[in-house]
C-alpha cells in the first residue's frame, strides 16, 4: 500500500503543489530533448539517403564543437572560427565519401556500419591529437550566446530561464525549419527522399549518389556543430559529450530511423520524459541517476509493441 | 557539359549499337555470352525471350545499373552516339540522353507522382522554365497523371505507376530510353495504352526506345525490329514483320503455330548466331 501510494500517488501530488518547479522540471527536459532530437536528425538523414546506420554522429558533434573551440584557441576570431569549422565538416563529408563509402559501396549493411565505427575511433584520434583530450569551455559569449537567466514567477513561484537555453531552442527549431524546407523545396531534397525510397531507381534517372552522399553527410556535420555548441555551453567541450549523444540510439529507436518527424517528436518526448521521470520517480524511489537508462528502457518497451518505431515510415504496399 | 564533348551526330549511324558483350555476376556467373544488337535513331527495338533469358541483363549493362548489383561488362563494346560508354555512370549516361525505366516500375512511393515526374530532371542545367514546360508536356501525354498529380506514387494503380516511370524518363529529355518490361503486370488494355504512347513519343518526340518485353505479340506489333534472346546469347533477330512470320517465332513465342500437339522431339534446336565481327 505504501509503495503504491509512493508510485501512483505522491509523485503526482508533488507536481500538483508546486507546479512552478513541474514547469522548471519540464523546460529542462525540453532543453535536452531539442538536442536529442537534433542529433537524431542527423542519424535520419544518412540512413534515409544511404541506408548507413552512422555510429559515427556522435563523435562527429564533439569533433564539431572541439575544432570551433581548437581554432579559437589558436587565435582565429569565434565567427570566423564557426565559418572553418563548417568548411572542416564539408572537407570531412568529402572526405568520408572519397575513402569510405565509396569503395565499400554495394557491401551489406554490416560492413558500413562497421566503417562508421572505424570514422568514429578515426575522429577521436584526430582531435584529441590536434586539440588535446582535456575539458574545454565552449566560446559561448565569444558566439554572442546570451549567458543571463531570466526569472519566471507563475502560480506565485520561480522558474529560472537560461538564456543559452532558450538560444539553442531558437536555434534548433530554426534548423530544423530550414532542413525541413531544403527537403520538402529543393532539387536536391527531393533527391534525398527519392533515394531513401528506391535506391536503384534513384540511380537509374541519374540521382548521383556521391553528390548526394557528400551533402547529406555535411547537413549531418552542420547539425553537429549546432548541437556540439548548444551542448558545450551547458557542459563544456570534451570527449563525454559522445556518450550524450548515443542517447539519440534510443530516440531513434522510439522515432524509427527513417522518419524526420518521428525524430524529433521522439527526442523531446525522450528528454523531458526522462528528466520528469528522474526527478518525481527516480530520486526519492530508486536513489536517482535514472537518466542514464531510462531512455534505453523506454525505447525497449515501444520496441515490444512497435518494432518499426512510433513513426517507422508506413511501408506502403500494394496488392 | 558533357553533351557538348559527346560526338556529334550522324544520322545515319545507330544511335545505339552493343557489340559481342559478354556480362559477369559476381566474377563467376556467366549471363550474356556476346550479346549484339543495334538501335537505329528514332527505331523502336525489342529484345525479345522468356524469363533469364538476359534482356534486363542487356539493358542494364547499357545503362550501367549493372554495376550496382556487382555486374560487370567483361567483353565487348557498347556505343552510344558514336561513344564507347561502358565506363559511364548511370547518372553520366542519362547527361548524355539515355535512361532506362526499370522493369517493376520503381516509382518512389512516398514522393507524390509530380515530385517523381521531377526528379526525373536532376540532371538537367537548362533552367526551370524549361521543366516546367517537359512537366506540361508530360501531362498532356499522360492526362492521368495530371489528375494524380499530388497523389503519393505508392498508393496510384499499376498503370498509373508504369506511366509515372516513363514521364520521369521524360524530364531528363532522353534521345532514348530502355525501357524494361512495361506490360507486366498491367491489364492487356493498359498495355496496349502504354504501347500507343510509346509509338506517339518516338514519332512526335523522336525518341529511341529499346524495349525487353515477355508479351511478344505486343512487342512485335510496335516494334520496328526485334531480336530474341535465349540464355544469353541472340538466337534470331529480324525486321518485326518478319519474325512474326516466322514458324518458330509463332510457335514458341507467340503461340499460334502448328495444328494440334507437338513433339519436342521435332523441335528445331538453334545454334549460336555468331556474330563476332558485328
Known amino acids: 500500500m505504501e509503495s503504491l501510494h509512493s508510485i501512483l500517488i505522491a509523485p503526482f501530488a508533488d507536481m500538483a503543489a508546486a507546479p512552478d518547479f513541474l514547469i522548471q522540471v519540464v523546460w529542462e527536459g525540453l532543453v535536452s530533448g531539442v538536442l536529442y532530437a537534433l542529433i537524431a536528425l542527423g542519424f535520419v538523414l544518412i540512413y534515409k539517403s544511404s541506408r548507413i546506420f552512422n555510429f559515427a554522429q556522435g563523435i562527429m558533434v564533439v569533433f564539431a564543437a572541439l575544432t570551433l573551440v581548437g581554432l579559437y584557441q589558436m587565435g582565429v576570431p569565434a565567427l570566423l572560427a564557426v565559418i572553418l569549422t563548417l568548411g572542416v565538416m564539408f572537407v570531412l563529408a568529402v572526405t568520408i565519401e572519397r575513402v569510405v563509402l565509396r569503395p565499400l559501396v554495394n557491401q551489406p549493411d554490416i560492413i558500413l556500419f562497421m566503417a562508421t565505427i572505424g570514422i568514429t575511433l578515426f575522429l577521436i584520434g584526430l582531435g584529441e591529437t590536434i586539440f588535446g583530450g582535456e575539458n574545454k569551455r565552449m566560446i559561448t559569449s565569444e558566439l554572442y550566446i546570451p549567458t543571463g537567466s531570466w526569472m519566471l514567477e507563475p502560480f506565485g513561484g520561480f522558474v529560472s530561464i537560461e538564456q543559452r537555453d532558450v538560444t539553442a531552442v531558437v536555434g534548433a527549431v530554426a534548423l530544423v525549419v530550414l532542413l525541413l524546407i531544403f527537403l520538402n523545396k529543393s532539387r536536391m531534397g527531393r533527391a534525398i527522399r527519392a533515394l531513401g525510397d528506391d535506391h536503384q531507381a534513384a540511380l537509374s534517372v541519374g540521382i548521383s549518389l556521391s553528390t548526394i552522399w557528400v551533402i547529406v553527410w555535411f547537413i549531418a556535420g552542420i547539425i553537429a556543430l549546432a548541437t556540439g555548441i548548444a551542448w558545450g555551453a551547458r557542459a563544456g567541450v570534451s570527449f563525454a559529450l559522445e556518450v550524450i549523444a548515443l542517447k539519440a540510439l534510443p530516440v531513434l529507436m522510439l522515432g524509427g530511423l527513417e522518419s524526420v518527424t518521428g525524430a524529433i517528436v521522439a527526442g523531446l518526448a525522450i528528454g523531458i520524459l526522462e528528466k520528469v521521470f528522474e526527478i518525481y520517480w527516480g530520486q526519492p524511489l530508486l536513489g536517482g541517476n535514472t537518466e542514464a537508462w531510462f531512455a534505453y528502457i523506454l525505447a525497449l518497451l515501444v520496441l515490444l509493441v512497435r518494432p518499426q518505431g512510433l513513426f517507422g515510415e508506413k511501408i506502403i504496399e500494394r496488392v | ?278
Not at chain 2, 66 to 94: C, M, Y
Not at chain 2, 139 to 167: D, K, N, V, W
Open chain 2, 1 to 278: 557539359m558533357s553533351r557538348a564533348t559527346a560526338p556529334v551526330p550522324d544520322p545515319t549511324e545507330p544511335i545505339l549499337s552493343v557489340n559481342n558483350i559478354e556480362v559477369i555476376y559476381d566474377h563467376v556467373i556467366l549471363v550474356l555470352k556476346g550479346v549484339s544488337l543495334s538501335v537505329p535513331r528514332g527505331g523502336i527495338t525489342a529484345i525479345l525471350g522468356a524469363n533469364g533469358a538476359g534482356k534486363t541483363t542487356t539493358l542494364k549493362a547499357i545503362s550501367n545499373l549493372l554495376h550496382a548489383e556487382r555486374g560487370e561488362v567483361t567483353k565487348g563494346t557498347i556505343l552510344f552516339e558514336g561513344g564507347q560508354v561502358q565506363s559511364l555512370s548511370p547518372n553520366d549516361l542519362v547527361r548524355r540522353g539515355c535512361i532506362q525505366v526499370m522493369e517493376g516500375r520503381h516509382c518512389f512511393g512516398h514522393l507524390t507522382v509530380e515530385d517523381n515526374l521531377m526528379t526525373g530532371a536532376f540532371t538537367r542545367r537548362d533552367g526551370n522554365a524549361a521543366i516546367r514546360d517537359d512537366l506540361e508536356l508530360v501531362y498532356t501525354y499522360f492526362p492521368r497523371l495530371r489528375e494524380r498529380r499530388g497523389s503519393q506514387a505508392g498508393y496510384t494503380s499499376g498503370g498509373e505507376q508504369q506511366m509515372t516511370a516513363i514521364g520521369r524518363a521524360l524530364m531528363s529529355r532522353p534521345k532514348m530510353i530502355l525501357l524494361d518490361e512495361p506490360s507486366m503486370g498491367l491489364a492487356p488494355q493498359l498495355v496496349e495504352e502504354i504501347f500507343e504512347i510509346v509509338k506517339k513519343l518516338n514519332d512526335e518526340q523522336g525518341v529511341s526506345f529499346l524495349l525487353a518485353e515477355q508479351n511478344t505479340n505486343v512487342a512485335l506489333r510496335y516494334a520496328k525490329y526485334g531480336y530474341i534472346l535465349e540464355s544469353g546469347r541472340v538466337v534470331l533477330d529480324g525486321e518485326a514483320s518478319a519474325l512474326r512470320e516466322n514458324d518458330d517465332v509463332k510457335e514458341f513465342y507467340l503461340g499460334v503455330g502448328g495444328e494440334g500437339r507437338k513433339s519436342f522431339r521435332d523441335v528445331k534446336h538453334y545454334k549460336r548466331r555468331k556474330r563476332w565481327l558485328a
